[in-house]
C-alpha cells in the first residue's frame, strides 16, 4: 500500500485519479508523458492534503496545472 493510499479514503482517491484523467485530456499530445502527469498529480495531492477533495476542487486544480504547464516558455528541458 503506498503512502497515498493510507493518507486519503477510496472516496477521494477516485476523485483524484478521475481528476487526473480530466485535467490531462487539456494537455497536448505531445505533452502527455509522465513527468507531465507527475507534474499535474502532484498539484492534485497538493490540494486534497489542503481538504479540497470534490471531484470539482480536484479537477479544478489540475486543469490549473495543466495551464501553468502550457503558459511555460519551451525550453526542450524536462518538466
Do not use: W, Y
Not at 509522465?34 to 492534485?44: L, T
Amino acid at each position: 500500500m503506498s503512502m497515498i493510499e493510507t493518507e486519503f479514503d477510496e472516496s477521494t482517491l477516485t476523485n483524484m485519479e478521475i481528476a487526473l484523467d480530466r485535467a490531462c485530456c487539456g494537455l497536448p499530445s505531445d505533452m502527455q508523458g509522465h513527468e507531465a502527469r507527475k507534474f499535474v498529480a502532484k498539484r492534485i495531492i497538493d490540494s486534497a492534503k489542503r481538504g479540497h477533495v470534490t471531484l470539482t476542487e480536484l479537477t479544478a486544480s489540475g486543469k490549473r496545472a495543466v495551464v501553468e504547464l502550457l503558459s511555460r516558455p519551451s525550453t526542450g528541458s524536462a518538466i
